[in-house]
């Protein structure tokens, strides 16, 4: 049986690689990076100066990073870009793009060509948009996010649904996110009092992308780094960052602000966990670990109903046989039953869930990964 070589991604982590996005991409290990985010250029295709009614100039995003000869040309290089982050991407990784209506389909459309999987689209509804100056058209209140997996057939991928639900009052969160632009104290200012960037997103957006789709110690990758919001968020979350990005005066910006936190660990960045994410435990274990002796009774909630356990994990009441589950719900006449917590074990002068007894295998499976 061969042995695949974990890649070493360790002398990237935690640095900001100045250059072209595809020039850096390319200096990366295959299959080493948990998550991607991106926030390509948008490809405004703005003409003239933008003012307001009283004749004032609006700061656009005129920068030449996000200037394109033709849509042709746009589509070529993000095609390329995302071309390259699949190859560094693991097989149970998924890649976040971020766009407005002037290029999100087009990268929805290159997403789809090169074989990424659309998992969902989410909708971030700004709470404070800019507003429509020239009153020409609907104001532009929102931006969209793809999530994809890497293929199709991808086995598995993170998805942290338990910590999204407690993050929403225990309601599951939606595709339509309500947050405010980046703006106050958290808009970074250069020397002159000007924006360091005209696009920063808001940490509660990448706070919320980073905790749904990765675990603590995950390498989060982002190819259009600008001032590190994907860094600064991904190193209070205790996990590792890289960046790319290719303007010197970003990268000083996004280096002192990095600098500046503290990393996330221990309790901090721990989260909510659904039963799925926990390991499996059959009853059969705690039989053969002699938590439950073969022969001790169970009881259910009232004490209404016994059974017997047997040798391998089964038990027997008086007309029949069977899992935990399956004669728990014919004592009760049910279609189904949850066994863990129906059947009880007397401890002393109590009756306690045999699910307690599970929980302490759990424990002693974590402790020893």
């Known amino acids: 049986m061969g042995f695949e070589a974990k890649p070493d991604i360790a002398p990237f982590e935690n640095?900001?690689?100045?250059g072209d996005c595809l020039t850096q991409l390319n200096k990366l290990p295959a299959k080493s990076v948990d998550v991607i985010f991106a926030d390509p250029p948008y490809n405004l295709q703005l003409e003239g100066d933008l003012k307001r009614p009283d004749n004032s100039e609006v700061d656009a995003v005129d920068d030449h990073w996000d200037q394109?000869?033709?849509f042709a040309a746009y589509d070529r290089f993000t095609?390329?870009?995302?071309?390259?982050c699949r190859r560094v991407l693991k097989d149970d990784g998924t890649l976040w793009v971020i766009g407005s209506y002037h290029n999100i389909f087009r990268v929805g459309t290159a997403l789809q060509d090169l074989d990424y999987w659309l998992l969902n689209d989410v909708v971030w509804r700004k709470t404070n948009p800019m507003p429509n100056f020239r009153?020409?058209?609907?104001?532009n209140a929102h931006e969209t996010l793809i999530w994809a997996a890497k293929g199709a057939d991808q086995k598995g991928y993170t998805f942290n649904y338990s910590a999204m639900k407690a993050?929403?009052?225990?309601l599951q969160m939606r595709s339509d996110w309500l947050l405010p632009i980046c703006n106050g104290g958290e808009r970074l200012k250069d020397q002159d009092g000007q924006k360091a960037h005209p696009t920063q997103k808001p940490e509660s957006l990448l706070h919320r992308v980073i905790l749904a789709s990765s675990n603590p110690g995950d390498v989060v990758l982002d190819p259009f780094f600008g001032t590190g919001t994907?860094?600064?968020v991904a190193k209070r979350l205790g996990r590792k960052w890289i960046g790319i990005e290719r303007e010197q005066d970003y990268i000083d910006v996004a280096t002192v602000r990095i600098g500046s936190i503290e990393e996330g660990s221990g309790e901090a960045v721990e989260f909510t966990k659904g039963k799925r994410s926990e390991p499996r435990v059959p009853f059969g274990s705690l039989v053969e670990r002699g938590l439950i002796e073969p022969g001790a009774t169970l009881y259910d909630p009232h004490q209404r109903h016994a059974a017997r356990v047997r040798s391998d994990g089964s038990i027997a009441c008086s007309d029949a046989t069977g899992s935990i589950h399956k004669i728990g719900a014919h004592v009760q006449g049910a279609e189904a039953c949850n066994g863990w917590t129906f059947w009880h074990f007397r401890q002393g002068r109590k009756y306690m869930p045999i699910d307690l007894l599970r929980q302490q295998v759990r424990a002693e499976m974590s402790a020893t990964q």
């Open 68 to 70: 394109f000869d033709s």
């Open 167 to 170: 993050m929403n009052d225990d």
């Open 230 to 232: 994907t860094g600064a």
């Open 135 to 139: 009153g020409r058209r609907f104001t």
């Open 79 to 84: 095609r390329k870009w995302l071309k390259a």
């Open 15 to 18: 640095k900001i690689l100045k």
